[in-house]
């Protein structure tokens, strides 16, 4: 059952689709109430997460102290990621041992990330000549 309602958010310019997924079920557990929002203009607020794919990125630096966190993002495009970990993984300091990683989740609406949607793709090593190698992790 979807209804559509005007957004408060973008004041009114858009329009909200209200989907109550398993409401009879819902009802039923005295939880009717939790049905999701969905703005067709803007964000809305307090998403939590956006809808669909993510691909985060990070750098790993070893040194003597053990291994340390680097630069790291999130983008929703594969290729962007692994341009953002190529481009830090270059910038680091000359002879710093460095390797990187992509990781690929899954998100639904409102919902916050959850380790069983999330999946590592690539491996990434910074070689001699300065290239950047990425290795597709099996899944």
Known sequence: ?????RCTECDGRGWKI???RGHAAASRLGMAASAKEDC???DGPNQGGALGELFEWEVRITASQG????P??????QATAMDELRKAM????EGAAVRGRIVHSVRD????PDDHFRREIFHASLDPAGMVRFTRVAG
């Open 1 to 5: 059952m979807t209804t559509p309602v």
């Open 18 to 20: 209200v989907t109550r």
């Open 40 to 42: 067709l203009h803007c």
């Open 67 to 70: 291994e340390g966190l680097g």
């Open 72 to 77: 790291c993002g999130a983008s929703p495009f």
């Open 90 to 93: 270059r910038g680091m300091p």
């Open 109 to 112: 609406f409102g919902a916050l």
